[in-house]
């Protein structure tokens, strides 16, 4: 069965640096999602892309963050400038849609960041 | 704005003891609820959706909008039930996100 790819799964970074996670959604999706969960809370939404651009974004998503669909198949959060606060589990995940009804999401492993 | 509330953050219960997982939501709408489940060391997977009105793995949920709860249930919880759970809205259409409940962990005592 196809699956969400992320990589790294575990980033270690100074605080003030660029960090960038990478993801490689199911290939014939069409949406793609990132989420967080700093340990011991709740995961939260952070973006949704489709059609090469932000769909939807919440309030965590400032103009640190930004994402990106380089190729036909990557799709990555930058984080430009990393504070301590940004340590987190990031999931990112995909779905398709069907007969236009959107799919449940399919979640990657998740990067585990921290910053230091 | 939706919330999802999932009171419990701990539930142990004895192998072929019923099982319920709680959720509540709020939100003015229409909404589609979600469960996912997260085993040991694994991805969150969908287990079910309010749409779809199925039972995987011996799970039901049952949508019920005057008391807008979304709760999980199983006659008979196995060892492998053991996993955290969280109950997820969405408010639907779109690429909108899910907005996730904080997780109840499931553990399910031999």
């Known amino acids: 069965e196809p699956e969400v790819t992320q990589t790294p799964s575990h980033q270690v970074t100074q605080m003030g640096q660029e960090v960038i996670l990478r993801c490689v959604p199911i290939s014939n999706h069409l949406y793609f999602y990132w989420y967080r969960q700093i340990l011991g809370q709740k995961v939260e939404f952070l973006v949704s892309?489709?059609?090469?651009?932000?769909?939807?974004k919440s309030e965590i998503f400032d103009d640190q963050f930004s994402v990106e669909r380089p190729d036909g198949s990557n799709f990555t959060l930058k984080i430009r400038s990393t504070k301590l606060e940004d340590s987190a589990m990031y999931f990112c995940a995909s779905s398709d849609r069907v007969a236009s009804v959107i799919s449940p999401l399919h979640f990657g492993n998740g990067t585990r960041l921290t910053v230091t | 704005a939706q919330r999802v509330t999932q009171p419990e953050k701990l539930l142990s219960v004895f192998k072929g003891a019923p099982v319920e997982l709680k959720c509540n939501y709020s939100?003015?709408?229409?909404?589609?609820l979600f469960w996912y489940v997260q085993y040991s060391r694994q991805r969150l997977q969908l287990l079910l959706r309010?749409?779809s009105r199925e039972s995987i793995k011996g799970f039901t949920a049952d949508l019920n909008k005057g008391e807008t709860s979304f709760h999980l249930k199983k006659p008979f919880a196995q060892e492998e039930d053991s996993a955290m759970y969280y109950c997820a809205l969405s408010t639907g259409g779109g690429a909108d996100g899910l907005t996730f409940g904080k997780g109840t962990h499931l553990i399910i005592q031999p």
């Open positions: 939100y003015s709408g229409s909404p589609e």
């Open positions: 892309f489709y059609n090469n651009e932000i769909s939807e």
């Open positions: 309010h749409i």
